[in-house]
């Protein structure tokens, strides 16, 4: 089954308590990105990447790093959470970026189930 | 960078009534527009998109437009039913490698029986 698989999906931590949220997809998907959901605030993009050792800042990357070392794996890490990183959040993969589809590939965003963080 | 403005935050239809719901975005350069549908507690997942080069598309009850010199789109679903209930974002997106792919703040349709 093609999915996107997030671990873990809920998480209580403190602060400064380095953490990794893994990300994995079995859709030999190029593109994949990390957002965080804020209730009001929609989904706001916090790196993306363009294929394997190739990773960008998106809206929101203060506090976070990411890493490409396979096609499959994009995994978020909060070095020193703090409050204020508490939220929802989603990994998400498509075959191209988003503005790039071609006629075979509509761009397409497949997100995970969502990773619930709370730091104290 | 792009800014994506939704509206309304929240609407309200009765079932088998319509529902409109609003986008506008800065850059001129965005030339793809999805929307997305996230049931409550689930992930957000394609309904409908949009290219530059159209001015309208539908599917089945669901159907987007695009007024590019304006620069706004909308979503339109008609003859609403209660599983239409859910929070709906727009995004837009340029071609610019992964860049300015940014989504609106959201609207929570609630379809009442």
């Known amino acids: 089954e093609a999915q996107v698989t997030q671990n873990p999906r809920y998480l209580i931590t403190v602060t400064g308590k380095k953490l990794t949220v893994t990300c994995s997809q079995n859709m030999n998907h190029e593109y994949m990105s990390w957002y965080r959901q804020d209730p009001g605030l929609g989904l706001r993009q916090i790196y993306y990447?363009?294929?394997?050792?190739?990773?960008d800042k998106g809206d929101v990357p203060e506090g976070y790093k990411v890493s490409r070392k396979e096609k499959r794996n994009f995994p978020l890490i909060l070095e020193s959470p703090s409050p204020n990183q508490t939220s929802l959040y989603f990994c998400?993969?498509?075959?191209?970026?988003?503005?790039?589809?071609?006629?075979?590939?509509?761009?397409?965003?497949?997100f995970g189930e969502g990773s619930r963080l709370t730091v104290l | 960078g792009e800014n994506v403005e939704q509206h309304p935050s929240t609407l309200s239809v009765q079932e088998g009534d319509s529902a409109v719901i609003k986008c506008t975005y800065s850059?001129?350069?965005?030339?793809?527009f999805p929307w997305y549908k996230q049931e409550l507690g689930k992930r957000p997942q394609l309904i409908i998109d949009?290219?530059?080069?159209?001015g309208e598309k539908k599917d089945q009850r669901i159907a987007v437009t695009l007024n590019k010199t304006a620069k706004h789109f909308s979503l339109h679903i008609t003859e609403t039913q209660p599983e239409d209930s859910a929070v709906y974002f727009c995004a837009a997106s340029t071609d610019n490698y992964g860049q300015n792919f940014v989504f609106g703040p959201g609207t929570r349709l609630s379809v009442l029986p």
């Open positions: 949009i290219r530059s080069n159209v």
């Open positions: 990447s363009m294929n394997v050792e190739v990773t």
């Open positions: 998400a993969s498509s075959l191209s970026p988003p503005g790039l589809a071609t006629f075979l590939d509509s761009g397409e965003l497949f």
């Open positions: 850059d001129s350069a965005s030339n793809y």
